[in-house]
């Protein structure tokens, strides 16, 4: 659901530029510091869209891949620590383990003071 609304926020974002940059047609003087130039405003608009959101996509994908190593990192940390804990604990679950089933088979049948004669 949230990538179907960051979708479409997306679409209308692009056709708001869109329609801003199709009603701005007029030449423009684009001063890059060491050289002018004169170009049609609606080119300066997509060009500055398009590396903005290039630059912010890129942000984007930086975080999300440093993300996604650090969780890497972490279960991998904890696939270790686990590890340990189960080599550790292995006997103790065994013997648990041995003592509820003892238990169950206690319950199952009756003890010998519980059942009485059957001769009278």
Request: glycine share 8%; aromatic share 6%; charged share 20%.
């Amino acid at each position: 659901m949230k990538g179907q609304g960051m979708l479409i926020s997306a679409f209308v974002f692009a056709l708001v530029i869109a329609i801003f940059a199709v009603i701005n047609v007029d030449s423009v003087q684009v001063n890059f510091l060491f050289a002018k130039t004169t170009t049609p405003l609606i080119l300066v608009i997509l060009v500055s869209t398009l590396l903005g959101g290039l630059t912010v996509g890129s942000f984007g994908l930086i975080r999300q891949y440093r993300l996604q190593r650090t969780i890497k990192s972490l279960e991998k940390q904890l696939h270790e620590l686990t590890g340990e804990h189960e080599t550790s604990g292995v006997g103790h679950r065994k013997a648990k383990g041995t003592e509820t089933s003892a238990a169950a088979h206690a319950e199952e049948r009756p003890s010998s003071a519980d059942s009485e004669p059957l001769n009278d």
